[in-house]
Structure formats: C-alpha cells, structure tokens
C-alpha cells in the first residue's frame, strides 16, 4: 500500500492506494484542514504526519507505518526528495526537511511538486494515445494555472529541472514596469496576473477603481453573485474572490471580469510563446482548475500563444487542454515519485 498526501491551500486531500496492473486503486480517500500557522512547516507536516498514521492503520491494521511510503504532493520550490526549498503561498518561508520535522517511526515521505504529478497522471493514463505516443522521445511542455503557476518540460522521459529549479513559469516577467512584490522579488511576474488569486484581485481593484461611476452597460449585471460578492468585500479580502465568481464575472460579459481574463490570458500566452520559441515542443499541455473553470481561459490563451509565436513553432506544436480528471494528480504522484 501507497499513500498519496496533496496540498494546496485550504485542504489537504488524503488517498491510500494499492498499485495493481494498470491503474492503481484508490482504497480510502480523507480530506482535513493544514495547520499552515508554522513558517517552518514543521506544524503542517506533523498534523499531516499524524493523519497518514490514522489512514493507515484504519486500512491496514497492524501495518507498521514506517513501512510505508508517502507520495506528497504540493507547489513551491522542492529539493527531492524530502526538502521544501521556499512555498510563500503555504507560508512556509524558510527551507524545511521533512524528515528531520518527523519522528523516527514516521512513513517515509518524498516531496513531489503538483505540476510533475499532474503531468504524470496525464502522460499516463489520461491524455490520448495519439498524443503521447512515442512521448519518451518528445519535448512537452505542461502549464498549471490555478493558485499560482507552474510549468513542467518532459525530454526523453525526464523532467527537466536545470541548475536548480525549472518549474515556476509564474516567476517570468511579463510587464517590467509592472507592480512590486515581495513574495516574486520582482516587478510584474506572470502569477500577478494570471493565477487565480491574481484575477481575483485585479477585478476588486478595478472595482474599488470604478465603483461610483454609472456605465449603462453595467445596469443589467449589477444583482450577479459577482457583483453582490464585491459589494460586500474588502480590499484586504481582495484575493478571495473563487473562481466559480470569477466564472459568473464571464459569464454575464461583467467588463471587470472580461478585463481582467483578457490580461490574464495575453501575458499567459506571452510567456508559452517564448518556451515555444526556445524548445519548440511536439505538445503544450494546459492544466488546472482556472483552465478548466473558467470560460474561455484556455481558448483565449491558445489565441494569445499563436498572436506571439513564429509561425513555424506555431504550426510544429500541439497545444491541448488536459483530461479534468481528479485522479490523475494520484495516479501521477505515484509514477513521479519512482523517477
């Protein structure tokens, strides 16, 4: 048996899972709140710790935990196999060893970044064959947009990682003269803009921008749940805005919400054009939950990538929308961990 621990911000998901030929199965799945409070992460691991113990005991009775091996899956900057580099919007800020956090006892931890877990699952088990057939010999490029962004290049099998870390596309400058960030250590990073907490924010700032002026065109979205919800809302709440509301912001041709897409989806395609241009890749996998829930997201960006890509690299490269498959992510960690 296997466990499978994902992370994002507001719930950790916990999956047990017995590999047999051809798919894994998922024998029991849990969901509970991180203890996110601790810029060391020590908190967070511990309490994930202490779940994974009571998974596997409620499965396998009398199993000795320490016996098993745990696929954990989260965003940031890792050093595999069990180190977090830096995770700003997990709050943990400082380099972090999982197993120095852990007792001795403890199952057996290897950190694997959700980006690689999803393109993993999707290679194996859910993209079409056509696609990846022969993809041991092909470059390709996977793009996660959802808390933030990152990005993945598969050649001849094996992720490519560089020097250090090769993963966090939403670190690229988009706009230099853009906004300052702390957190990006840069002006105008790609995340500012096309990440869902991102969008979330540039609509309520607009908003506040905007909000005493009388536009006609406004009269008949002025009772959408958007707007009720940014009625209500404060400006320290300004990256809270779900993308189920971001969605309904399109939906009804809100210009805050088209606005804020438009940009979104321009610079995203802006920074795939130029890793198009770089290592012409044979596929462009785009994933995560803006792609797959918010209206138009993927198709506005695919039109983005060919507006700025040479048309030699356009025409070369397959670019698709992934399989919104929940599993795959489980399927994937597992699969990764073992590169």
């Known amino acids: 048996m296997e466990v499978v621990v994902q992370l994002e911000t507001e719930t950790v998901d916990l999956a047990c899972i017995r ?45 000795d935990v320490h016996n098993v091996n745990v696929s954990f899956v989260m965003p940031g900057s890792l050093r595999p196999p069990d180190t ?10 400082q ?7 852990l007792s001795e ?40 947009v959802n808390e ?49 907490p991102w969008i979330s924010a540039n609509i309520v700032n607009r908003f506040f921008t905007e909000r005493h002026k009388s536009q006609e065109e406004d009269l008949d979205i002025s009772n959408s749940s ?9 400006l320290d709440k300004k990256y809270s805005l779900s993308i189920d509301l971001i969605n309904v912001g399109v939906d009804t041709k809100d210009n805050l919400a088209l606005s804020a897409l438009h940009d979104a989806t321009d610079y995203l395609g802006l920074a795939i054009s130029h890793i198009i241009v770089a290592l012409n890749p044979h ?39 992934s399989q919104n498959s929940p599993n795959n992510t489980i399927y994937g960690a597992i699969d990764a961990r073992k590169l």
Not at 84 to 93: E, K
Not at 95 to 101: K, L, R, Y
Not at 226 to 234: C, D, F, G, P, S
């Open 95 to 101: 380099e972090c060893n999982v197993t120095s956090c």
């Open 105 to 144: 006892h403890s199952a057996r931890y290897t950190l694997v970044n959700d980006v690689l877990a999803s393109a993993m699952g999707h290679i194996g088990y859910s993209l079409d064959q056509e696609l990846t057939q022969d993809w041991e010999s092909k470059v390709i490029l996977f793009i996660y």
């Open 226 to 234: 958007l707007r009720r919800a940014l009625e209500e809302i404060t």
């Open 84 to 93: 977090v580099v830096r995770v700003s919007r997990l709050n943990i800020r």
């Open 283 to 321: 596929l462009v996998v785009l994933d995560g939950g803006v792609i797959h829930n918010v209206q138009g997201y993927f198709e506005h960006t695919v039109h983005a990538i060919k507006k700025y890509t040479y048309v030699d690299g356009w025409n070369s490269t397959t670019i698709v929308r």
């Open 148 to 196: 933030g962004i990152g990005s993945l290049i598969v050649a001849n099998s094996a992720p490519i990682s560089g020097a250090g870390f090769a993963g966090p596309l939403g670190h690229a400058i988009v706009e230099p003269k853009g906004q300052y960030f702390d957190d990006f250590r840069a002006r105008g990073a790609l995340e500012t803009y096309s990440s869902r």
């Open 19 to 63: 590999s047999e030929a051809g798919k894994p199965k998922i024998l029991f799945e849990t969901q509970f709140a991180p203890d996110l409070s601790d810029p060391t992460g020590k908190a967070l691991f511990r309490g994930v710790d202490v779940e994974v113990s009571k998974a596997v005991s409620k499965i396998a009775p009398g199993m």
